[in-house]
């Protein structure tokens, strides 16, 4: 059996839930299917999503919806049309939609995460609902029903192992599709919780796990996951088969195909991933494996760079003397809820390197005031513009001068490089550049690598 999850451009319209349907059919061991909120349909459209946030906002300022609602539900009215589905099949739809303000939610951020949940939820009744128009005996399984259960906050839920249990005992017939929306599961007291935006692909690991899929194909609109950006590099070359963990330390510095979270419950699941496109799903796509038995064939698999960190400089004389001087630091961090990237040091010098979404400048204003006066070290400097190159590959594991070949290029193009540092696992390089020589760098490691 195999579990499948379409993301939002592969179900923005009426012809692209087409080709997805098609993707559905053609292989009888597709039998789960996950779906997102209808996606952008050209360049400069509205993400269903972002229109169920702004759905949100304006009931959180008691302002007018009717609008909002009518743009909202007309998405879905589209795709309706486009398989002639009678009116009144829509009916649930629109009642739920327009329930939203309605409901008791414990504050504003659980209100905010069941807005924007619909948008799957509403997609994937829809998705039922054509499948089974076409013909097909399909029915929409929501996280309610399968036992989806989910911890954490309103708007960046967890999974509980209790989950799993529950999925195990979800009945269904070897004759019919199972439609999930993802994106969400249920909190202990039975209020909706979104996973962390992408989280479709969250809730079809999930699945993939709970119910022992032997495959979690994962549909978008690329043809494989690729070596290096194609905003960076010309056509760069496809990564056939790679591990869970190589996906993992890419997934960390910005590959924005697979979110990186999902891969955890298909690792403990130990379930493939096959990321592939829509609208050419003839192609191989991309296979995710175990580590296990994984031969490379290449030395390096991927390149990529993440320019949303910055760092926090320390110097002070006979800091390796100090004891506690880091666990300082760190209480600093832990009181406002800040949590480090790296932290490489010397003997008088310490950088923290944090994840600049985590925090604003208010906050490093007061991190670092309180650095000065709890510390007080002999200098300290915010660096804004800092950036993470990651160089990643089971081939590295085994090879000597792998470094050199990574450092050469740069020093050739003069790209100053103030952090290097090689993961515990060794198929990792982490290079911090400065953000304007962070395409650069991509480009010339890529190019020792995979010009040839």
């Given at each position: ?13 009426g ?21 997102s ?35 909202i ?108 929306p ?31 899929a ?7 609109d ?25 996906m ?13 979270e ?10 493939p ?18 580590d ?27 800091l ?11 209480q ?6 800040v ?12 950088t ?15 991190i ?50 103030p ?34």
């Open positions: 059996m195999k579990v499948v999850k379409f993301g939002g451009s592969s179900l923005a319209d012809p692209e839930y087409e080709h997805a349907i098609n993707i559905i059919t053609a292989d009888p061991e597709r039998r789960v299917i996950v779906t909120a209808p996606g952008k349909r050209h360049d400069g459209d509205i993400k269903v999503t972002d229109l169920l946030i702004k759905y949100a906002n304006a009931v959180l300022k008691h302002a007018d919806t009717e609008e909002i609602v009518s743009q539900f007309s998405r879905y009215q589209a795709i309706a049309d486009y398989f002639h589905l009678p009116e009144q099949q829509l009916t649930s739809i629109k009642h739920r939609l327009l329930a939203l303000p309605k409901q008791d939610y414990p504050n504003d951020h659980y209100l905010m995460a069941a807005f924007k949940a619909h948008g799957e939820r509403l997609n994937a009744e829809l998705m039922a609902l054509v499948l089974n128009h076409l013909g097909h005996n399909a029915r929409i399984v929501t996280p309610e029903e399968a036992g989806i259960r989910v911890t954490g906050t309103p708007n960046n839920a967890s999974v509980t192992p209790e989950t799993y249990a529950l999925l195990d005992r979800l009945t269904y017939s070897d004759h019919e599709l199972l439609i999930f993802g994106f969400y599961g249920i909190t202990l007291a039975g209020h909706i919780a979104t996973f962390s935006r992408g989280g479709s692909d969250i809730t079809g690991a999930i699945l993939a796990r709970g119910l022992h032997d495959m979690y194909e994962n549909f978008t690329v043809d494989a996951i690729y070596s290096a950006n194609p905003h960076v590099i010309d056509h760069p070359q496809p990564i056939s088969k790679m591990t869970y963990r190589e993992r330390e890419l997934s960390y510095a910005g590959f924005s195909v697979f979110h990186d999902a891969l955890i419950p298909a690792i403990q699941g130990n379930v991933i096959n990321v592939k496109n829509t609208n050419h799903p003839e192609k191989p796509g991309t296979l995710i494996v175990p296990e038995s994984f031969q490379p064939t290449d030395i390096i698999t991927g390149i990529v760079s993440g320019k949303h960190f910055g760092a926090i400089y320390l110097h002070k004389y006979l390796n003397k100090q004891s506690g001087f880091t666990l300082r630091i760190l600093i961090l832990a009181r406002h809820h949590s480090y990237e790296h932290m490489p040091s010397g003997i008088d010098d310490i923290i390197i944090l994840d600049k979404n985590q925090i604003n400048d208010s906050l490093i204003d007061t670092c005031n309180e650095i000065q006066e709890e510390i007080n070290p002999d200098r300290l400097e915010w660096i804004d513009n800092y950036a993470i190159t990651m160089v990643v590959g089971e081939g590295m594991k085994n090879r000597t001068g792998v470094i050199n070949d990574i450092l050469s290029p740069l020093a050739e193009k003069h790209i100053a490089v952090m290097i540092n090689q993961g515990a696992s060794r198929i990792a390089i982490m290079i911090g550049t400065y953000n304007e020589d962070a395409d650069a760098a991509v480009a010339a490691i890529y190019h020792r690598f995979f010009a040839n």
